[in-house]
T-cell receptor, first 116, second 113 residues
């Protein structure tokens, strides 16, 4: 158990809908990262928050947004869903604002989104 | 062309075999190299981490980095059925920011009892 908690574990929704994925980082971790893992694209970095502030954006679509709350949990909002958005969405956390030393980033178990 | 290339497999080996997993990359700025293990429908977990070139050993696992060839490897000795998983290489440029991690597509490994 990495200590990073993600909900829901599985979600099935229709095209055009909006969903929210939730992440609770490890106790004491201030950084939260969101990744998308699909069969054809592999694991792709979406966005990084540190202590409530957005720090970096990766390959995140405009239909997607995220935020980190004062209690450090984070939510990833996916709207106007398309079939191609079906993927496993991972949250990861670390203590540092962005630096890693190899053993300081921990992944949750992911939220499996299926768009039908 | 992807920055990081990894043979997706699948790779099947008998228990006790030595497994070699590899990645090649094109970005010479990469300095931090990692191997993650991912069991089916679980989050990736860090196995090995190396900085720059060289070898690193941890139990049955050995990671090698050859920056001159832009080639990294993970060796698993005395492979066990519990090693059956997808192995992802990951790397980042100087600074090692997690937001800059570039992952390979993963190699699916099955160790047969």
């Amino acid at each position: 158990d990495s200590g990073v908690t993600q909900t829901p574990k599985h979600l099935i929704t229709a095209t055009g809908q909006r969903v929210t994925l939730r992440c609770s980082p490890r106790s004491g971790d201030l950084s939260v990262y969101w990744y998308q893992q699909s069969l054809d694209q592999g694991l792709q970095f979406l966005i990084h928050y540190y202590n409530g502030e957005e720090r970096a954006k990766g390959n995140i679509l405009e239909r997607f947004s995220a935020q980190q709350f004062p209690d450090l949990h984070s939510e990833l909002n996916l709207s106007s869903l398309e079939l191609g958005d079906s993927a496993l969405y991972f949250c990861a956390s670390s203590v540092e604002p962005g630096q890693i030393s190899g053993n300081t980033i921990y992944f949750g178990e992911g939220s499996w989104l299926t768009v039908v | 062309q992807k920055e990081v290339e990894q043979d997706p497999g699948p790779l099947s080996v008998p228990e006790g075999a030595i497994v070699s997993l590899n990645c090649t990359y094109s970005n010479s700025a990469f300095q931090y190299f990692m191997w993650y293990r991912q069991y089916s429908r679980k989050g990736p977990e860090l196995l090995m981490y190396t900085y720059s070139s060289g070898n690193k050993e941890d139990g049955r696992f050995t990671a090698q980095v050859d920056k001159s060839s832009k080639y990294i490897s993970l060796f698993i000795r005395d492979s066990q059925p519990s090693d059956s998983a997808t192995y992802l290489c990951a790397m980042s440029a100087l600074g090692g920011s997690a937001r800059q991690l570039t992952f390979g597509s993963g190699t699916q490994l099955t160790v047969l009892p």
